[in-house]
Structures are given as C-alpha cells and as structure tokens.
C-alpha cells in the first residue's frame, strides 16, 4: 500500500460466530438488505450484536480496509426513498451490478415495515411513520471478488453480550 492508500484506510469489523481472516461472499437462504455479500460496519458495538446474536458470544473481525475508486459502489448517505426501494428490491431477490454498497441498516427494529412494504402489505408513508431509529446504524457491503480485496484482515477475537 502507498502512503496515500493509507490515509484513506479505513478499520470495519464484522461480527461471526468464528474468525473470518478471508471474507467471502455466501448465498444464503433468505436476501439481505443490500443482497448476497459479506457485510461490515464502522460501529463495533453493532458487530459485536451481530457476532453474539444467536448465542451471547462470538467472534469480532478488524478489517482494514482501502477504497478502490475504479469499484461500483452505491453509498446511501440516510434512509431515502431510494434506499428503500433499493433494500425492498434486493430483499425480494433482485440483483445488482455494484461491488460495493454502504448504508443505513435496515435493523430488528424496522426489518419487519421493510418486509410489510416491499410485499404491499403497509404504504409507503407508513412505513416512513414507523421507521425511527433509536440509534444510527452503518453497513457496508462487499459484493465481488474484487471489491473484497480492498479488505485487509487485521485481527479477531471473542466477544459477549456482557462486554
């Protein structure tokens, strides 16, 4: 890495029930909010929800990783109309051609309105009535092999609910 690499380097983590030291894309069972890829964030109090969410302890993964600007990446800076459409398509199994996509989480706390909007069952104004974050959420997601490449692993190690 240049210097200048490194000044734009930036540390995500990822919470996993084991270490991750090569991220890889997995084709799951149900779509995500951005679809199939290996998700980060830059807040590790949400990776660590992430890596203890099943059973009250896991794996914290640091990554360091340094935006390639030649990748397609989508960013969302808030939730917009356009990142809802966005997360309802990729949640009804749409694909998309972005290597890259950063934004608000679609989280326990609205997952739900997403699902009832993106399967017509509540409107649009009502799912922006019922969506109100208690706390800001970041997500980033890797969707190709060679945006997974801007990922360097850094360490991980064992976390709790009780940290």
């Known amino acids: 890495m240049t210097a200048e690499a490194n000044a734009n380097a930036i540390t995500l983590y990822h919470g996993s029930k084991e270490a991750v030291e090569f991220p890889e894309i997995r084709v799951a069972r149900f779509n995500k909010d951005f679809y199939f890829g290996f998700y980060c964030t830059l807040y590790p109090e949400q990776a ?44 009804q199994g749409v694909p998309h051609d972005y290597d890259i996509v950063e934004g608000p989480m679609a989280n326990d706390s609205i997952f739900n309105y997403v699902e009832d909007f993106a399967s017509g069952k509540i409107s649009r104004e009502a799912f922006w009535a019922l969506a109100k974050f208690k706390k800001p959420t970041h997500q980033i997601s890797f969707h190709t092999a060679r945006a ?13 609910r009780e940290d």
């Open 148 to 160: 997974l490449t801007t990922l360097k692993f850094l360490r991980s190690y064992e976390v709790s």
């Open 48 to 91: 660590r929800k992430w890596a203890c969410r099943f059973s009250g302890s896991g794996v914290m993964n640091e990554y360091c990783y340094t935006p390639d600007e030649s990748l397609r990446v989508l960013r969302f800076a808030e939730m917009t109309e356009e990142w809802l459409d966005f997360i309802a398509a990729c949640r």
